[in-house]
C-alpha cells in the first residue's frame, strides 16, 4: 500500500506501508528521483535504516540500525558506490 502526498508537479513525499499498518518507507522524489534523507523502518516501527540521495543515487551517509534502535553500521557512498564502512 502506498500513500503519495503531492507538493508539486514534479515532486512528492512518498511512504509505503507494512500490511499491518506501519510506516515501511518514507523518502522525498522530485522529478522520479530519490533526494535528500530516505528512512527505512522496521516492521516493529522502529528506524533500520537512513541514507541520503541525490538525484536517485546514495549520496554521504547512510546509518544502519538494528531492530531495537540502537546504531549498528555507517557507511558513506560517494555516486552510490559505497566507499567505506564504520
Known amino acids: 500500500m502506498s ?3 503531492i507538493i508539486n508537479k514534479m515532486a512528492q513525499v ?4 507494512f500490511d499491518n499498518g506501519q510506516l515501511r518507507e ?3 522524489e522530485n522529478d522520479g ?8 523502518y ?3 516501527g522502529q528506524l533500520g535504516k ?3 540521495y541525490d538525484n536517485g543515487k546514495r ?8 531492530e531495537n534502535g540502537q546504531l549498528d553500521e555507517i557507511f558513506y557512498y560517494v555516486n552510490d ?6
Request: glycine share 6%; charged share 30%.
Open 59 to 66: 549520496e554521504g551517509e547512510c546509518k544502519i540500525y538494528d
Open 50 to 52: 537512513i541514507c541520503n
Open 3 to 5: 500513500l503519495f502526498t
Open 14 to 17: 512518498i511512504r509505503t506501508y
Open 81 to 86: 558506490i559505497i566507499q567505506n564502512k564504520n
Open 33 to 40: 528521483q530519490r533526494e535528500g534523507d530516505v528512512k527505512y
Open 42 to 44: 522496521y516492521e516493529n
Open 26 to 28: 518514507e523518502y522525498f
